[in-house]
């Protein structure tokens, strides 16, 4: 049995797509911490950093952007397993990719891809 962290922080200013998101990955047996603070979602990595095993990631938050929660992220643990979810252009998820994004999904997207997506990062622990 993989001993892996099964805990999944979920950053997102839309309170709405964090409820749908926490509700259909607890029912795939996952821990969900969900947080519409960028703020609030730095602190909690910061403290439970060893528990999670991925960081679903908005980009266009008011606090800050995506990539700067990313990189404060990375401070905290350059090994973080970040996906982001974005209804924005390509070109911000290359340029996350070479800093060690581990995916992106466009917004919206189907939940079936989403669990499907979480459960290849899972599999990768």
Do not use: W
Not at 11 to 19: S, Y
Not at 78 to 84: A, M, T, Y
Request: some cysteine; glycine content about 6%; hydrophobic content about 40%.
């Amino acid at each position: 049995m993989n001993s892996a962290p099964k805990q999944i922080l979920a950053i997102d200013d839309k309170k709405d797509i964090l409820d749908i998101i926490r509700m259909a990955l607890e029912g795939e047996g996952y821990q969900v911490y969900a947080t519409s603070s960028a703020n609030d979602g730095l602190s909690y990595y910061e403290k439970h950093s060893a528990e999670i095993g991925l960081v679903l990631l908005d980009y266009l938050m008011p606090e800050m952007t995506g990539d700067l929660v990313f990189e404060s992220l990375q401070r905290i643990n350059p090994d973080v397993r970040v996906l982001l979810l974005t209804a924005c252009e390509d070109q911000v998820a290359k340029k996350m990719f070479t800093q060690g994004l581990r995916g992106y999904m466009q917004k919206p997207f189907y939940l079936d891809d989403l669990i499907q997506r979480v459960r290849e990062e899972f599999d990768t622990l």
